[in-house]
């Protein structure tokens, strides 16, 4: 089996080192428009050997695309004309309408397009990131439609159990709703913390609560513009929830009422606010 991993950033990587530590008996291929970046991943054993260009990697039975979300409709489009109707596509975008939409408008086949999001990511990128394991025991989305071949989802799932993940098949709507709160909030939240914190230094140095809240700061901030623009309505829908919470709590404090505070930073199962 021929696997084209098209783009050798951190998840990219990982998914070619997973595969060299697999029981999958197949030949990976690797492109990246960064030359040091594809290099960095063929000496790290990552792929077995790169493409020079885009189109190479339509020969492969099965294409996983890694890039950032943007770099994906040019992506399709270069890859068009060269695809054979049983090639399957793949992607790891963590937000999937529109990259179901560019699939549907661009490629050929789009049924044999499975979109995919692996819940495995950390906040380093590049081949720094990639780890063999990365993907062990971790939740894999999958977002297939009404159109979607299921022969194309069989061996997506197949692919990604192969990388010792777990498979979850689920709505696209429904996945952006949920990791606009698991992801997208929490990105924005600790984003915003160290802001503030550059705006205010401080003397003293956070200890392990302010770590945990501000560890995917690290994360490349070009890359989740891209994604919040990208699922800009969920996200900003529970932001404007989390704000409405957060002065809530404002007001407590202000009003110096101590069972206001612990209810906000408690709220009962029952709480029809939430």
């Known amino acids: 089996m021929r696997v084209a991993i098209v783009g050798l950033g951190g998840i990219g990587a990982s998914v070619g080192l997973a595969l060299q530590h697999s029981a999958l008996e197949c030949a ?9 970046a594809a290099r960095e991943a063929l000496q790290a054993g990552a792929v077995d050997q790169l493409a020079e260009r885009l189109a190479e990697c339509a020969d492969a039975a099965l294409i996983l695309l890694a890039t950032p979300p943007l770099a ?15 090639t399957v596509l ?3 975008v963590s937000v999937k309408l529109p990259v179901l939409r560019w699939a549907a408008q661009y490629l050929p086949y789009p049924s044999r397009f499975v979109g995919g999001h692996p819940i495995a990511g950390t906040e380093h990128h590049g081949i720094r990131a990639a780890r063999a394991d990365l993907f062990q025991g971790a939740p894999w989305a999958l977002t297939p439609t009404e159109q979607t071949d299921p022969d194309a989802l069989q061996r997506v799932q197949a692919f990604v159990q192969t990388l010792r993940a777990v498979p979850l098949t689920m709505d696209a709507a429904q996945h952006d709703h949920e990791f606009a709160l698991l992801s ?5 939240l600790a984003f915003s913390l ?4 550059r705006e205010n230094p401080t003397q003293l140095q956070g200890g392990g609560s302010w770590r ?6 690290q994360s490349d901030p070009a890359l989740w513009a891209q994604l919040m ?3 800009r309505e969920p996200t900003r829908r529970w932001l404007e929830q989390l704000i409405e919470r957060l002065q809530q709590l404002a007001d407590a404090l202000q009003q110096d009422d101590p069972d206001a505070i612990q209810q906000r930073l408690a709220p009962h199962t029952g709480d029809t606010t939430q």
């Open 229 to 231: 623009a990208l699922n």
């Open 28 to 36: 990976v291929l690797g492109y990246d428009v960064n030359p040091d």
């Open 194 to 197: 160290v802001a503030l914190h």
């Open 90 to 92: 793949t992607d790891v």
């Open 212 to 217: 945990s809240a501000t560890r995917v700061a």
């Open 72 to 86: 994906i409709p040019e992506v399709f489009q270069q890859l068009a004309p060269h695809l054979r109707p049983e």
């Open 184 to 188: 997208f909030a929490p990105h924005a």
